[in-house]
């Protein structure tokens, strides 16, 4: 499981409570280096197992690549952390995304609604009805207005 955070653009994503966490609840020396002030709060929150993380990466919202700290893991092919594993769908894109949603909730998603998402057009009600159709958009304004996520409803 990983968490994100957003905030205008900025995104921060550590993972939690992973199947890659060491027992001895010893982060791995660097997780963390460099991580901007701007995330300073989220890595202190009570709310999240940061003793968990195997792996951190964020963005500010005027770059345009990720980070990470510097990391030594105990492999030598550089899967110790689950960070493939784990955000495959964000890597692979939005059919990645669809194809994860059949196969783990046995439940079909249309691909144009996923790619709405994946380009952050605005959430409307056309979109809830394709995803969920016993909820409306509406019902999730302050959830969407929270995350800072566009809506149009």
Avoid at 9 to 21: D, G, H, K, Q
Avoid at 37 to 65: H, K, M, Q, V, Y
Avoid at 80 to 107: H, I, N, T
Wanted: contains cysteine; aromatic residues 14%; hydrophobic residues 40%.
């Amino acid at each position: 499981m990983y968490a994100q955070l957003s905030a205008e653009s900025s995104m921060l994503l550590p993972s939690f409570m992973s199947p890659w966490a060491r027992d001895e609840k010893a982060m791995w020396p660097g997780l963390f280096q460099n991580v901007p002030a701007d995330f300073a709060g989220f890595l202190t929150e009570p709310a999240f197992t940061i003793e968990d993380s195997t792996f951190c990466i964020w963005r500010l919202s005027n770059e345009s690549t990720w980070h990470a700290g510097d990391i030594e893991y105990p492999d030598q092919d550089g899967t110790a952390d689950g960070s493939g594993w784990m955000l495959q769908e964000y890597v692979e894109g939005p059919q990645a995304y669809v194809d994860f949603c059949k196969d783990y909730y046995e439940r079909e998603i249309p691909l144009g609604t996923v790619q709405e998402f994946w380009e952050s057009k605005p959430f409307n009600e056309e979109m809830m009805r394709a995803l969920n159709p016993g909820t409306t958009a509406l019902s999730l304004e302050k959830d969407l207005l929270e995350i800072g996520y566009p809506i149009h409803i």
